[in-house]
């Protein structure tokens, strides 16, 4: 009946032909819905394959590590014990403490000089800088974060060294200090990158409130936009952790790479990562030192997985406050 | 229109034009905004009120492209001299938003604000400050309601009552005038009654200049009313002169709803 009243009301297209179409059209599927169900599949695949992989490296090195956690190690002495000698023939020790002592202290200096960095320049790019200065700085960023780790080594080898030889008057320069400068460099760019989208992601008009009841730019940005901020650039300092606790190539070219409980920043030391980079491709696949390798793996996985979790779940904080 | 001394003036502007980069968006504004009472500033969108009433506390120059040319006078002062002190301005002059924006941070810590930035220099226990916390709370009718919680986020209260602390946390430094833009567009119509009386209560003590959309509002909130369009004063006179005689023919054509 009311499709009669439409009929009779349009002058244009005979009425049989009318009908045929809106009968048939409910059930039509055209390219675009192929188009669309394919891209969905897609998309799909790619963005399980991400969990997928990210479960199979982990069962993987729990695998190859699994031998050696159920058989030979003794888990007091892994963790407590600072001589890591696998190669030793009568008897062989795997202590992971002066490795883990090596990367924390490294880590530690490095963050003490990239936090400060890191926020001074974010808080300078998204607060004060205007205008060109601003764009310049935020490609020159993005352009330092992504100055391969090999390239940190050789700085850290060929100019650090002799300078920190000269300067403090030591023997060696490869040291905590060395590594803990390189990778305070490293990690501070993209330190600066994540803590400048933070403060970018707080609302302009509590500025603007701020200003107009005549709050200095640094009272508005010390007063109002940090403590807005907080959540932000707490996952931007625990991303630049998890950075330090990973990186490898740049500690195992600047510590010295020499098993040391650390007492001062003038030692050297090395790190955990550096161990497996420097002895997995020496030793017997199967073998317990190989197997020690990968627990140490499963180690520097789960801290930086706690570490990277605990960020994700800081700056998620910031959204919903 | 009697010429009373210049003295009973809050804001003296003359000759003010303006602009965004080459966009011109005042042209000769000459207006006297009388002590004490509240003004109200209506015209269609575009037609510069915002944009006067964002030049009084100078906050439009937030954007960086904006040029003014002319004097506005606070309390006898040129606030436009290039000597003059953008945080003094904003001190004497504060300014409600049109949508409420109240700070991320506590109830409390939102009212003294201003208090702590401004009053740093006098002495001020814990004592006095919960004594300006609590006056300004009065002085908007929201203390009974948030007495107990002081210390969580202004930003979980209700619409209204986050436009109610805004205007609170502007008294503690005890401004000449307050500016509002359209305070009540982003409120429920209770919100808007309510926010209304609160600013009718606040007359006498502040002279407070108000944009808004509603003429409604404009005519029963209002003890005088300036009408702009294209950027410039149309009209200026006591609301009910203003909406029963209006004097110009552009006047008479928005308040009758021909365009706006």
């Known amino acids: ?121 974010a808080i300078y790019i998204a607060e004060f800088a205007t205008g060109k200065t601003r764009e310049y700085l935020k490609i020159l960023v993005e352009l330092l974060a992504a100055i391969p780790s090999i390239v940190w080594g050789f700085i850290g080898l060929t100019i650090m060294n002799p300078l920190i030889i000269k300067i403090f008057d030591v023997p060696i320069g490869l040291t905590v200090l060395n590594a803990g400068v390189i990778l305070g460099l490293m990690a501070a760019p993209i330190m600066t990158s994540i803590a400048e989208d933070a403060l970018k992601a707080v609302p302009d008009r509590y500025r603007e409130a701020a200003e107009a009841m005549g709050a200095t730019h640094w009272q508005v940005t010390i007063k109002v936009v940090l403590p807005a901020a907080r959540n932000g650039l707490l996952g931007a300092v625990l991303l630049g952790v998890g950075r330090g606790f990973g990186e490898t190539m740049a500690v195992l070219m600047a510590t010295g790479h020499a098993i040391n409980l650390p007492s001062s920043i003038f030692d050297s030391v090395r790190a955990l990562t550096a161990t497996i980079a420097a002895e997995l491709g020496e030793t017997a696949v199967g073998s317990n030192h190989y197997m020690a390798l990968f627990t140490i793996g499963i180690f520097l996985f789960v801290v930086t997985f706690v570490i990277n979790l605990t960020a994700d779940l800081v700056v998620r904080g910031v959204r919903k406050g | 229109m009697n010429s009373p001394a210049r003295d009973d003036y809050a804001v003296h502007t003359v000759m003010l034009n303006l602009w965004y980069g080459t966009f011109q968006a005042l042209f000769d504004i000459n207006l006297d905004v009388k002590k004490g009472i509240i003004t109200s500033l209506i015209g269609p969108s575009g037609c510069g009120k915002s944009t006067y009433l964002r030049s009084v506390n100078r906050i439009n120059e937030r954007l960086g492209y904006v ?164 950027g410039k004063v149309i009209e200026h006179g006591a609301t009910e002169e203003v909406f029963l005689t209006p004097r110009q023919s552009e006047t008479a054509d928005y308040i009758e709803g021909r365009y706006g």
Request: glycine content about 8%.
């Open chain 1, 1 to 121: 009946m009311a499709n009669d009243i439409a009929e009779g009301a349009s002058p244009a297209g005979g009425p049989a032909q009318r009908g045929r179409i809106q009968a048939t059209d409910f059930d039509r599927r055209d390219a675009d819905w192929y188009i669309d169900q394919g891209i969905q599949l897609l998309v799909f695949i790619g963005g399980i394959s991400a969990i997928v992989f990210i479960i199979g490296i982990f069962v993987f090195i729990t695998k190859e590590g699994f031998g050696f956690i159920f058989g030979e190690m003794d888990f007091g002495q892994f963790f407590t014990s600072p001589r890591w000698r696998p190669t030793s023939e009568y008897n062989p020790t795997y202590g992971i403490l002066a490795l883990v002592a090596g990367t924390a202290s490294v880590t530690g200096l490095a963050m003490l000089i990239a936090i400060p960095f890191s926020l001074g320049a």
């Open chain 2, 67 to 230: 040029r003014t040319e002319g004097t506005i006078e606070v309390l006898g002062k040129n606030i436009l001299d290039a000597n003059v002190e953008i945080l003094q301005v904003r001190k004497q002059i504060g300014m409600v938003f049109q949508r409420p924006n109240p700070l991320p941070l506590s109830i409390r810590d939102n009212i003294l604000f201003g208090h702590n930035i401004h009053m740093r220099g006098q002495k001020s226990s814990k004592f006095d400050r919960e004594d300006v916390v609590e006056s300004a709370l009065r002085r908007v009718l929201l203390w009974d309601k948030v007495k107990d919680r002081l210390q969580r986020k202004a930003t979980e209260l209700s619409l209204e009552e986050q436009q109610k602390l805004c205007i609170a946390r502007l008294l503690p430094v005890k401004p000449a005038v307050l500016l509002m833009d359209e305070p009540c567009s982003a409120l429920d119509p209770k919100g808007t009654e309510a926010v209304e009386e609160l600013i009718w209560e606040l007359r006498g003590d502040f002279t407070i200049l108000i944009v808004t959309h509603n003429m409604a509002q404009a005519r029963r909130a209002s003890e005088e009313c300036i009408f702009m369009l294209m």
